[in-house]
């Protein structure tokens, strides 16, 4: 009860944050987490509004419901039909959380004198990378514009160099303890970038090695989850939560609020390895614990977030301020990490471009454990288990659901494949910003009875979703981050014995094998992605083929135990070094 108590705290605090500085995005994190509420609302909205509407509650709704091209004409009529005031001002924040800058700028330029304006001003320079000139744009504001900019401030401070700070401690480390630093985890996030953390802390504990988890501050409350325990243990590992009454203003106080919650659970547990993960603020934060303690730390590198961030901003958003202080510290943590771990060669040779030495740098790849070392069944079994139609073929995914994995690519291969193959069904298993559009995509194509959205699935029925499919397919986008980044749900894919359909990028060329355990399609070429799917679902032999030879290759290359063993001798001789770089 008591800690039910301080979740409800913390989550106020947190929600009356939003509330102020972004409550649009507060709205749609609310559909994320209560879809099957508020999206039926928003077609009963939609559907009981004029077509002409250009009213803040049928544009939430169509935002909300996914539907991109009603929110953009609706967001359009308002602009002809001359918005002024208040009313163009909660448009302009509409239109920017729908992806549509331009029409943000117009609207609020119209805006004249809303009471409102200068905090919509500061979400649209923050969004386009501009931190300096979003703090700028508050000066004058009332009392809630001066939290907004104390707030912006802040997290400003962080980019442009600030770091936590801990006096040293003494402290004996116990060998074979390592203290993990992780944005999110197992079981109240279901991403690759959980189940990666969780499978190598895994069989890092069945090699011998004493592991705890250490989550970031105000997680997983923080993401709705009021409930939350402050531990969890999930597969014999601790998971602990930094779950305080308050949250620190602004993010350069809180970082410095987790370093010493950090440190209080590394002085009780005495590990003598520290590891952490992308992004630099873990980094910053684990740094800090460690010059405190004297001991080694670990930054692995999963992700290119600034070229993420990036992604869903358009081409000048390489050259913002943003942008550029988001590498500058990247960089900064890779140098001061004792070692630095990543996915693959794509990642390395970026990493080395930054100036770090070659051989500091470890490829840890994605790999398998768990049900996935298991023989896969058969298709039929699966979907009959699953409570799928049995009968025809399945093509699909199991990812998050953002624009940068090119989804929607996969959709109009779909419809480019449903006529060829009338039995041909969709299965898209996972969820995130993009499902909502996806979903809404399908039914404008008239497929709605031939696709299977599952949203979030218990991550012991994944193994069943991947055997389920007859191709796997990865249709990513061609983007810096893509290229470079290779992902898990290909490599599980594979160890299921189904072949992988990707887009023709570095980092997935370290996974298919074009002709071997899959095919490559060039990326953002439905027509292209339909071809090269059409050659296998058309080829039974071939897929059964390429199915088997991807599994052999993954079993004897990318298991997590593997992994595991790598990192014990990299770590055995971390503190040698790292009394030598003293």
């Known amino acids: 009860m008591i800690q039910l108590l301080k979740n409800v705290r913390l989550a106020a605090g947190v929600i009356s944050q939003h509330l102020t500085d972004d409550p649009v995005l507060l709205y749609l994190q609310t559909t994320r987490r209560l879809p099957a509420v508020v999206r039926p609302l928003g077609r009963l909205a939609c559907a009981v509004f004029p077509k002409k509407s250009v009213a803040v509650p049928v544009l939430l709704a169509a935002l909300g419901n996914g539907d991109d091209a009603d929110v953009k004409r609706r967001l359009e009529l308002a602009v002809r039909g001359g918005a002024k005031g208040e009313q163009a001002r909660r448009l302009a924040d509409i239109a920017l959380a729908a992806g549509l800058p331009e029409l943000s700028d117009t609207l609020l330029a119209a805006a004249g004198g809303a009471s409102g304006l200068k905090a919509a ?3 649209r320079l923050w969004h386009e990378g501009d931190l300096t000139g979003a703090v700028a744009v508050l000066d004058g504001s009332g009392p809630a514009g001066r939290r907004q900019q104390a707030r912006l401030a802040g997290e400003a401070a962080v980019y442009a160099g600030f770091a936590p700070s801990l006096d040293r401690q003494p402290f004996t480390p116990v060998p074979g303890r390592v203290l993990y630093l992780l944005t999110n985890s197992l079981p109240h996030t279901a991403s690759g970038y959980a189940q990666r953390s969780h499978s190598i802390m895994v069989a890092q504990q069945e090699a ?14 923080q993401v709705g989850k009021f409930l939350a325990r402050a531990s969890d243990v999930v597969d014999g590992v601790r998971y602990r939560r930094l779950l305080p009454v308050r949250l620190a203003p602004a993010m350069d106080a809180r970082l410095q609020q987790q370093a010493e919650e950090l440190l ?13 993960t992308t992004h630099f603020v873990n980094g910053l934060v684990v740094r800090a614990v460690a010059e405190a303690l004297g001991i080694p730390w670990v930054y692995e590198v999963r992700g290119q977030l600034a070229d993420t961030w990036a992604a869903t901003r358009g081409p000048g ?23 630095v771990v990543t996915l693959g060669q794509a990642m390395k040779a970026n990493i080395v471009a930054a100036g770090i030495p070659e051989e500091k740098v470890v490829i840890v790849p994605n790999a398998v454990g768990g049900a996935f070392l298991e023989e896969p069944g058969d298709a039929a079994s699966a979907r009959r288990e699953l409570g799928l139609p049995e009968a025809g073929q399945y093509i699909g995914t199991v990812s998050s659901l953002v624009a940068y994995e090119g989804l929607d690519d996969l959709v109009k291969a779909f419809a480019l494949l449903a006529p060829e193959f009338p039995q041909l069904r969709l299965l898209i298993v996972g969820d995130g910003v993009s499902g909502p559009a996806l979903q809404e995509q399908v039914r404008i194509l008239g497929l709605a009875d031939r696709a299977v959205f599952t949203g979030r699935v218990p991550r012991e029925q994944t193994p069943l979703y991947h055997q389920a499919l007859d191709v796997f397919v990865v249709p990513r986008k061609d983007l810096e981050v893509t290229r470079a980044v290779t992902p898990l749900k290909p490599v599980e894919a594979l160890a299921s014995a189904r072949p992988v359909v990707g887009s023709d990028l570095p980092a997935l060329r370290e996974i298919i094998d074009d002709g071997g355990n899959g095919l490559l399609a060039r990326a953002a ?4 992605l339909a071809r090269t799917i059409s050659a296998l679902l058309s080829n039974g032999s071939r897929r059964a083929s390429m199915g088997q030879t991807g599994r052999a290759a993954v079993l004897a290359e990318r298991t997590w135990a593997a992994n595991a063993n790598a990192l014990a001798t990299r770590y055995a001789g971390l503190h040698h070094e790292h009394e030598e770089n003293q």
């Open 264 to 276: 209080s659970v590394a002085l009780e547990f005495k590990p003598s390895v520290l590891h952490t």
């Open 208 to 221: 011998g090695w004493d592991v705890l988890a250490v989550t970031r501050l105000a997680y997983p409350v």
């Open 525 to 528: 070429s439905p027509d292209e």
């Open 317 to 339: 958003a390489r050259d913002s301020e943003k942008y550029r202080l988001f590498q500058d510290r990247e960089a900064d943590v890779m140098r001061d990490a004792d070692v």
């Open 121 to 123: 001003q500061a979400r």
